[in-house]
């Protein structure tokens, strides 16, 4: 029936979501795939089916925001994404909880397979003629009036701080959003783009009412996939409805997404 469709359609399909972000600050046109949360999944043998729909992009640079893992999976994954552009690639709390559990260097792996990986750090590069600055950092990433009441995390704010330092157009990767949606880091921290997964479109999407349920972000959470723009209108957060899953419940009515 239709909802074994839909279940078979949200693990095996791939879907394309295109965005367009202006700025004042950008100078020529860049052409980016973000993909999240793949969580094991594959798409066609060793991910053929989706290396192949990242290639048809035609990206200037691929950012993928964490949550990849098993480590074989990703690895394989991320060479075959560096033949294509530049991969830099953010951790997400699988990967984090993963190294404290197996003791194993998930960032060397990761860069071994080609990729750049952020933690806590940024790179300055050129891509189009366009100067970017590209950083990482997985965490909750509260806005630095939260140091006042002990909930913001000093080391993450003197990165962000460090990070939006800058003339040049900003792009972060980070795995969790909902800091930045509910706690007004959109608005607070002065960064041009940032990209987020974790929330995996709300799992389940309901006709009429949308996801059902993301974590930290609670039941009917509303605000799960899509470009998200601060209040003066120049910062954007890109969230992605990701590839996978590792909830007890399966994705239903929410096709793999890859963001261009």
Not at 149 to 176: G, I, K, W
Request: net charge negative; glycine share 8%; with cysteine.
């Amino acid at each position: 029936g239709v909802p074994g469709i839909s279940l078979f359609r949200s693990k095996y399909s791939l879907g394309l979501s295109e965005y367009e972000i202006c700025s004042s600050r950008i100078v020529s046109d860049i052409r980016i795939v973000q993909l999240t949360d793949l969580h094991n999944s594959t798409f066609g043998d060793n991910n053929a089916d989706l290396i192949a729909l990242v290639q048809e992009q035609n990206p200037d640079l691929i950012l993928i925001t964490g949550d990849q893992l098993n480590t074989s999976i990703a690895t394989n994954s991320i060479s075959a994404l560096c033949q294509i552009a530049p991969v830099y690639v953010s951790l997400g709390n699988h990967e984090v909880e993963y190294q404290q559990s197996y003791n194993t260097d998930i960032k060397a792996l990761y860069e071994q397979a080609g990729a750049t990986v952020l933690e806590r750090e940024y790179v300055d590069t050129e891509v189009n003629g366009q100067q970017l600055r590209i950083g990482g950092i997985y965490g909750y990433c509260l806005p630095a009036r939260y140091l006042e009441t002990n909930e913001a995390n000093p080391e993450e704010c003197a990165f962000l701080s460090e990070f939006q330092d800058t003339d040049r157009y900003t792009v972060l990767l980070t795995h969790m959003p909902v800091c930045w949606l509910i706690n007004d880091g959109i608005n607070e921290w002065d960064i041009d783009c940032v990209f987020s997964g974790h929330v995996h479109g709300g799992e389940v999407i309901l006709p009429f009412i949308g996801g059902l349920y993301a974590p930290d972000f609670g039941w009917f959470p509303g605000k799960l996939e899509g470009v998200y723009t601060s209040d003066d209108g120049t910062k954007n957060l890109v969230l992605s409805r990701g590839l996978g899953t590792t909830e007890v419940i399966p994705r239903f009515n929410n096709i793999p997404e890859i963001v261009v």
